[in-house]
């Protein structure tokens, strides 16, 4: 059995509770990531998922890269993501096997609607996320893929899947005419109702990066369900090299994550929640923050009516 390393980290006011892990040697022959979980989670509420799969760029065995673009750093710049992220690191390129036992890694350790899946990657991850959607469409709410193109020999379940697919025409590190490719093996299956295309004029290939910064484009993903009875696309949004320029506008560098030892987190691997005691903490207050009650934390933790509570105490919560 392999360990399970967990390096936590809190956010600064805004997102006081919120919480991202950086998880290695988690899941058997899987790839390393960072999980992010927003501040009101909790195992009685069920939260989407996002998974971000990176370009080549942030290749390799240095998770930290991963935070240099993207929806981690987009978190860490103050944007507010409703959901759990989840951002894998690959050495090559991606697998979506691999990452669909990812997914169902956190599909058996956290409160997630399967309902509400969600997949986007940019270039080399553009490239994985048209190949996963392909290879597991009924897992899929909605995708978005950037700059990429497709390795998958049946690209027909992109066909039952709300997608978007957008890639610059002044891209010279991939043509946009891989994009074109996917679209043309699309209409050859005979559908292509669910798809959006953009092709952005003068846009390169880096720029486009801009659109994990977009609150328009979570809310563009969540409003697909795989509850939808027809899985019609959502096409009341837009895409512009204009709406790219205004990306960062309302993003500020002041959520920088702050690292914790592990002995300050409150989960786990085996999925127990904990909770460090601070000055003036009542077994109440620590009931209602935590969503539980105050005779579940005293069974949990042994406690009786008249024993203390003291800063730095670890109580188990859950």
């Known amino acids: 059995m392999k360990r399970f390393l967990f390096l936590w980290f809190v956010m600064l006011p805004m997102f006081a509770s919120a919480q991202l892990f950086a998880c290695k040697d988690v899941v058997e022959d899987g790839y390393d990531f960072w999980l992010y979980l927003p501040d009101d989670y909790n195992a009685y509420n069920p939260k989407p998922v996002v998974m971000f799969l990176h370009g080549r760029s942030l290749s390799g065995e240095n998770l930290a890269l991963v935070r240099h673009y993207g929806c981690i750093n987009a978190l860490e710049r103050g944007l507010c993501i409703d959901a ?26 956290y409160a997630v609607d399967t309902n509400r899946f ?11 996320t ?10 899929v709410a909605a995708a978005m893929a950037l700059c990429g193109g497709a390795t998958a020999h049946d690209l027909c379940g992109l066909t039952e899947v709300p997608l978007w697919i957008i890639h610059g025409m002044a891209d010279r590190a991939v043509p946009v005419g891989r994009s074109e490719k996917v679209v043309q093996a699309m209409a050859a299956c005979g559908d292509t109702s669910r798809l959006i295309f953009n092709k952005i004029p003068k846009v390169n290939h880096t720029r486009l990066a801009r659109v994990f910064y977009l609150e328009q484009t979570y809310d563009w993903l969540f409003s697909h369900t795989l509850a939808d009875s027809d899985r019609t696309v959502n096409k009341s949004f837009e895409m512009s090299d204009a709406i790219l320029a205004d990306a960062y506008n309302k993003l500020e560098n002041v959520n920088r994550l702050v690292v914790k030892d592990f002995a300050s987190s409150p989960y786990n691997y085996d999925g127990k929640k904990y909770y460090i005691v601070k000055k003036g903490d009542t077994l109440e207050q620590i009931a209602v923050e935590n969503s539980t009650t105050v005779s579940i934390i005293r069974k949990l ?14 109580l188990r919560v859950r």
């Not at 390129?93 to 990812?102: E, G, H, R, S």
């Not at 048209?130 to 897992?139: G, R």
């Open 84 to 109: 759990i992220v989840v951002a894998p690191q690959a050495q090559h390129a991606w697998d979506p096997a691999k990452v669909d036992k990812l997914y169902e890694w956190v599909r058996a350790h």
């Open 118 to 128: 969600y997949v986007v990657g940019m270039s080399m991850g553009g490239f994985g």
């Open 130 to 139: 048209l190949d996963f959607v392909a290879t597991y469409p009924d897992k």
């Open 301 to 314: 933790n042994k406690l009786k009516k008249n024993d203390r509570l003291y800063a730095g105490k670890k």
